[in-house]
């Protein structure tokens, strides 16, 4: 992984072990395409908590490989495509390519009814402006 990616799962480290759940599909996810072996598998499920288990995971993920972290990204499609976005915002990078991976995950995003509550969520409060969620 290089040095960049690590520096994105590093920014976001705490924001992550708070909104995913890597119990669900992540993990086995990058066992299936040989980011994890079954030793790192059992290593994170032996935590006592989504959060600890989440921690494990970005600790081991740096050092596995220079496709951890666009597996990573992979992993969080289905679920979590707000997550997978904020990510490759993190990239700092322009152009078409991760333009054209935002809109997608946006899109996979939107078929989700969890996605669709939490955003129509953001933007109600957004328009509503709570004292305690606005700046």
Same mark, same amino acid.
């Given at each position: 992984?290089?040095?960049?990616?690590?520096?994105?799962?590093?920014?976001?480290?705490?924001?992550?072990?708070?909104?995913?759940?890597?119990?669900?599909?992540?993990?086995?996810?990058?066992?299936?395409?040989?980011?994890?072996?079954?030793?790192?598998?059992?290593?994170?499920?032996?935590?006592?908590?989504?959060?600890?288990?989440?921690?494990?995971?970005?600790?081991?993920?740096?050092?596995?490989?220079?496709?951890?972290?666009?597996?990573?990204?992979?992993?969080?499609? *289905?679920?979590?495509?707000?997550?997978?976005?904020?990510?490759?915002?993190?990239?700092?990078?322009?152009?078409?390519?991760?333009? *054209?991976?935002?809109?997608?995950?946006?899109?996979?995003?939107?078929?989700?009814?969890?996605?669709?509550?939490?955003?129509?969520?953001?933007?109600?409060?957004?328009?509503?402006?709570?004292?305690?969620?606005?700046?």
């Amino acid at each position: 992984m290089d040095s960049q990616h690590k520096d994105i799962l590093r920014k976001h480290r705490l924001e992550l072990s708070s909104n995913i759940n890597t119990d669900d599909t992540i993990v086995q996810y990058l066992y299936q395409e040989d980011i994890l072996t079954l030793s790192h598998v059992e290593e994170i499920l032996a935590e006592n908590s989504s959060k600890k288990r989440t921690l494990k995971l970005l600790d081991l993920l740096p050092a596995r490989g220079p496709k951890a972290f666009e597996k990573f990204l992979e992993s969080l499609e *289905a679920e979590y495509p707000w997550v997978q976005e904020r990510l490759l915002q993190g990239l700092g990078t322009s152009g078409v390519q991760v333009t *054209a991976q935002v809109l997608e995950a946006e899109y996979k995003g939107l078929q989700n009814p969890k996605y669709c509550c939490a955003l129509r969520c953001r933007q109600l409060t957004t328009q509503l402006c709570f004292p305690w969620k606005c700046s």
